[in-house]
DNA sequence: GTAATCTGACTACATTTGTAGTATAATACT
DNA sequence: AGTATTATACTACAAATGTAGTCAGATTAC
């Protein structure tokens, strides 16, 4: 809907910490952070800064100490940020990328049961 | 394979002219830009070289005017950036990101046809 | 209550990126 | 051959990003 600023690849990171459970304290951010990074707590309180000016996550600032939360669902997130990216990259065909990577191996048996059932439930809603 | 060097935004517009079709001279890519660009000539010959430098495109100097051509193919960039990007913003979870994208209207019959093939015959080669 | 500690605000600094401009050397025109 | 044009090389500079450090006020621990 609105524009949503960008979001840096470590921004990212933070954000994902933040969709998973929110609010959280920076503290809180920082050491779920430190077990997949090894950022430096005030690299990771930098992060959560430039995110809060650029209005991508609030805080409550009535607490002694302060919790955050985004601003945005990561749904709009990811779909905002994907559609850029396949425009970039597959020079906007979806298709294309799909298809290459669903040739990969990285999807289980599983996962391609349940992609081909989404795909065959498609036609019918348009 | 090896590292390819990262590319940026920009970049990634001047590579997708030199996949579709190479060795360029720096004003064909210009030209080539300019259609679906406002970049200024010096801005575009400014990324070329960059990506000479950073060795993602290599350069005929033998000619009085030097031509242009990537030193990665189209698949494998597509490939290494889509699975950086897959990583930060979908966890990883190409499903999700697959799932994502087949639910949006984005795709043609003809291409849910394609996909769906495409997945029937995914199981067996493994 | 005084010192140690923590939190939040602000500052720092190199790199990368976006977006060109200038100067120089080669080429082309007349 | 002299001049205009062009291609290439180099330089410029602000914003964004990665990666922290310093300082001052609030809080906690003695």
Known sequence: MKNIPNISESEWEV???LWNKSPLTANEVIASLQQTTDWKPKT?????????????????????????????????????????????????????????????ESLSDDDIKELRKILDEKPKEK
């Open 44 to 104: 990771i309180r930098t992060l959560l800064d430039r995110l809060v000016h650029k209005n991508v996550v609030g805080v409550n600032r009535n607490q002694k100490v302060y919790t955050f939360y985004p601003l945005y669902s990561q749904d709009e997130c990811q779909r905002a940020e994907t559609e850029s990216f396949v425009k970039r990259i597959y020079g906007g065909a979806v298709k294309s990328m799909l298809v290459q990577f669903i040739e990969e």
């Open 15 to 17: 954000m994902n910490i």
